[in-house]
């Protein structure tokens, strides 16, 4: 298997992971990944669209989904009026948590299926392919 085979696995195995494990009638995939990536202080609106790898309009229909539910509101940025910045609510905040449990469950029922013996070797390789992952991502 080469390093494109593997990233398609992985982005496929992932996928549906958290669409099976993570999400739930109330949420979606893509409103699960806008919650993980929006920090406590909040995001710029093109700065959450390019985490997420979507445009911006895309990315300001999924957060008008979000709004809707209470669960994020926007408000102009602190320099520039133009800009819009994302704010979890306190009901966002809530479920940011539930899901980041959700995910640290999910880890922990992987980890503990790794040989004890390999753990810290395949965490250690994992965190330096996604490192090369992210050195990528800033070299576009």
């Not at 790898?53 to 709004?67: H, Y």
């Not at 009901?91 to 940011?96: A, D, E, S």
């Amino acid at each position: 298997m080469n390093y494109g085979e593997v990233l398609s696995s992985f982005l496929v195995d992932l996928q549906r992971l958290f669409r099976v494990v993570i999400c739930d009638r109330n949420i979606t995939y893509s409103q699960v990944l806008a919650l993980v990536s929006i920090p406590n202080d909040g995001i710029e609106m093109s700065s959450l669209a390019r985490i997420l790898g979507i445009d911006n309009s895309t990315a300001t229909r999924l957060v008008i989904r979000l709004e809707k539910k209470n669960w994020v509101l926007r408000k102009p940025g602190d320099l520039d009026l133009r800009v819009s910045k994302v704010i979890l609510t306190v009901k966002g905040q809530n479920i940011q948590t539930k899901l980041e449990k959700k995910i640290e469950t999910l880890g922990q029922r992987i980890e503990n299926e790794v040989d004890s013996a390999k753990r810290d070797e395949i965490l250690q390789a994992l965190s330096s392919f996604h490192w090369t992952l992210s050195k990528h991502l800033f070299q576009k």
